[in-house]
């Protein structure tokens, strides 16, 4: 089977379910990626080795990845044209208009009514309705993306037929087995022994709530009597510097330390005390079950796509945009020690978000649709 996998910047949460769905999808699919040049091409290009696929590069623009699209789907004989989120989507469709491939999207964000005011957000919003009622098959990665989709997209709520849920997952066994030398990196980062450390992971933008973290950190501080901590920030994003500024202001900069980007999350996961995820929204939080598949104490906001991945588990939840909350949380797990819970719930962790039950999904569907042959 060959699959042509499609999307405009695969960064954070969508780079990481590429990485893990495709890599257990089999010998016998062949994947080809387009995705616009960008900061992380690269690792684009590293990720794709270990799946055994190729990346086809673009230039930066919507009208650049539909012609790319086009161009790979005349080239091949593919079986699947699956694009990842709604610009991406939006990009495949007009692409592949009249060569009769099957279209996968799937759906990796909200639909968010600030960019849908006015006469822009209108015709916004009429595209997504012809875009996501067009394709063959809307997927969605969680039970909370399935009925956001139906709720926002009032032409969708008539296509359900057209709907399909496969839960993402992770390489939960790789997190769970990870060994690395803890004290080698405290030494590296010149961590005290005695400092507690905090772990805020992926994109440095609105969406996962670092500013909330700074003004539970600034609550702590000046309330004291907490022994020393840290937070541990890791990751990339257009944000940084905001954030940084605010921090600073803050006059907090000896409680938060940047480490640059890392592929790899696990050495971060295997040095800090807890992880904190404080998000507005998620599609389906996969850090938040790769932090539960570690076994490391969890606080985590209760937005939609991440509550469904922490219900029945020993995180501390927090409702969304609660920083007063998050810094009692915080405090709680400086003071408590939670630690033998989550090490408890390690095994259903492993079990649960198995990537592979995700690839097998996908991959039932994918044959599903090949089988069925030309669209509508």
Known sequence: MKILAVSRIPLGGIRTYIRYVYSRLGADVEVTLVACSGPESKALQADAEGYGGRVVLCDNSALSLAQAVRRELRSGRYDILHSHGFLSGTSSYLGSLGLRVPHVLTI????????????????????????????????CVGEDMMDHMVEKVPALARHTDRM??????????????????????????????????????GRFMPQKGLDLVIKAVSEITTQGGLKPFKVICCGSGDYINEYRHEIALAKLEDKFLFLPFRG?????????????????WEAFGLLAAEVLASGKPLIASTCIG????????????????????????????????????????????????DVQKTADGLKALFAELAAKGAPR
């Open 108 to 139: 990796h964000g909200i639909v968010e009514e600030r960019f849908l005011t006015g006469l822009v957000g209108k015709i916004k919003k009429w595209v997504l309705g012809w875009v996501v009622t067009g394709v063959d098959v809307v997927h």
């Open 164 to 201: 399909a849920l496969v839960a993402s997952g992770i390489d939960s066994k790789l997190f769970a087995s990870y060994e690395g030398d803890v004290e080698a990196l405290r030494e590296e980062l010149k961590l005290e022994p005695d400092t507690y450390l905090f772990g805020f992971l």
């Open 306 to 353: 991440l509550r469904e991945v922490v219900r029945e588990t020993p995180a501390l939840t927090i409702p969304s945009e609660d920083w007063q909350a998050l810094a009692e949380a915080m405090r709680r797990t400086v003071n408590e020690d939670h630690s033998k819970a989550f090490r408890e719930y390690q095994p259903t962790a492993i079990e649960r978000f």
């Open 264 to 280: 790899d999350p696990r050495d971060v996961l295997n040095l800090v005390d807890a992880v904190v995820m404080p998000s507005r």
